[in-house]
């Protein structure tokens, strides 16, 4: 039975305080199932309730679907998982061939369309691998969630894309291009946990060693997924910025294209020729979402400047361009780029 927690006779503060408590208790119990991340476990309920899309970097085997699977049990809704391969076609997505017993020609709802309005957490595995057309699918199903097909609009209104690239690996494969990375709300790292303890349970405690048991940690359909874009709305309503905090958000954005105007200076970098493009509106209006999400999860309907620092690494880093003689050191470069700006530039 669906459960509704937008009932008439609820104030829309008590709407947001039982959200946030359905919200923390999913992260505590996605963070009792992986081990060592909460941090990202923090960003992924963030961008969950940013109704953001999310790209994983991660070497394999650092615990990247069972993250996902918990939290999409948590979510509720239905889970696909989908292989990036080289020869992956966008019908792929769409739909499969296949002759039945009878050596009849048959054709099922392919991995976007088996669950329609039912599909809330698809995870594209190694998107790097598949080529440029399945890219632009995918853009598609990320900005406008819906996808055409057999002359019909089906619409995916509560679909959250979890892409994870593979960092490794760079034979055969194929760089998202910079309009496909804007769509991404987030890009964030997935390392194993840097702890001696943790490491020691992922290897000797045979609880890490099941998935499938692993994830009963997590209630399912705790939380309501067709809810969700409602109920972020109602945040991004009830969560304020003061005048001084927008001056300061402004700042941020333009030092994100003129990081020499606000005295950020980084060594052996000629600062004019740094940069290729400053962050994008899409990106900016991604980063106060987000940080309005981050204060409501705090418990406040007022944005605070740490609301934007705490989100702005993973919101920003994979925003800024850097100019060709530069592109070479982005791994050194833009970190430094972004603590640059967030130190040099006063909060209110
Ligand atoms: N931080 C972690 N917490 C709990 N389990 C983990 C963690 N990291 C790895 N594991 C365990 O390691 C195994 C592999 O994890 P998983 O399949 O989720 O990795 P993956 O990153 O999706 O791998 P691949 O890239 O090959 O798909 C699982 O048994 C999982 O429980």
Redesign the pocket.
């Known amino acids: 039975m669906r459960r509704s927690f937008f009932t008439k006779t609820m104030t829309v503060e008590h709407q947001l305080a039982d959200w946030r408590n359905q919200a923390l208790t999913l992260e505590n119990q996605v963070n009792q199932?992986?081990?060592?991340?909460n941090p990202l476990v923090r960003h992924l309920i963030t961008a969950v309730f940013t109704r953001g899309h999310i790209l994983l970097e991660?070497n394999?085997?650092?615990?990247?679907?069972?993250?996902l699977r918990a939290l999409a049990r948590g979510l509720g809704g239905q889970y696909q998982r989908i292989e990036g391969t080289i020869d992956l076609m966008p019908s792929d997505l769409i739909y499969y061939t296949y002759l039945d017993r009878n050596a009849k020609p048959c054709v099922d709802p392919g991995p976007l369309l088996t669950h329609g309005d039912q599909l809330s957490t698809f995870f594209f595995?190694e998107i790097n691998r598949a080529r440029p057309q399945v890219h632009s699918l995918l853009l598609r199903v990320m900005a406008e969630r819906s996808v055409s097909a057999f002359n019909t609009e089906f619409q995916l209104p509560y679909v959250q894309v979890f892409a994870?690239r593979n960092r490794v690996e760079r034979e055969e494969t194929f760089e998202l291009p910079a309009a496909a990375r804007d769509r991404f709300l987030m890009e964030i790292k997935i390392d194993?946990?840097n702890d001696d303890v943790?490491l020691d349970q992922?290897m000797f405690d045979p609880r890490?060693?099941?998935?499938d048991k692993?994830i009963e940690n997590v209630e399912p359909g705790l939380i309501a997924h067709y809810q969700l874009n409602d109920i972020a709305q109602l945040i991004q309503q009830a969560v304020i910025a003061s005048p001084a905090l927008r001056k300061y958000a402004l700042a941020l954005w333009k030092a994100t294209s003129n990081p020499q105007q606000f005295g950020i200076n980084l060594a052996d970098v000629d600062m004019p020729q740094l940069l290729h493009a400053g962050v994008s509106p899409r990106g900016m209006s991604y980063l106060i979402r987000a940080a309005k999400v981050r204060a409501w999860l705090q418990n406040r309907t007022a944005l605070f400047p740490e609301d934007l620092q705490a989100v702005f690494p993973v919101i920003m880093m994979h925003r800024l361009f850097l100019n060709p003689s530069y592109a070479y050191r982005k791994d050194e470069i833009l970190p430094q780029l972004v603590s640059g700006i967030l130190n040099q530039i006063a909060a209110p």
């Not at 199932?33 to 991340?37: A, E, K, Q, S, Y």
């Not at 890490?208 to 998935?211: F, L, S």
């Open positions: 199932t992986v081990i060592g991340l991660g394999v085997g650092v615990g990247k679907t069972t993250l595995n994870d194993p946990p943790l992922l890490y060693h099941d998935v692993l």
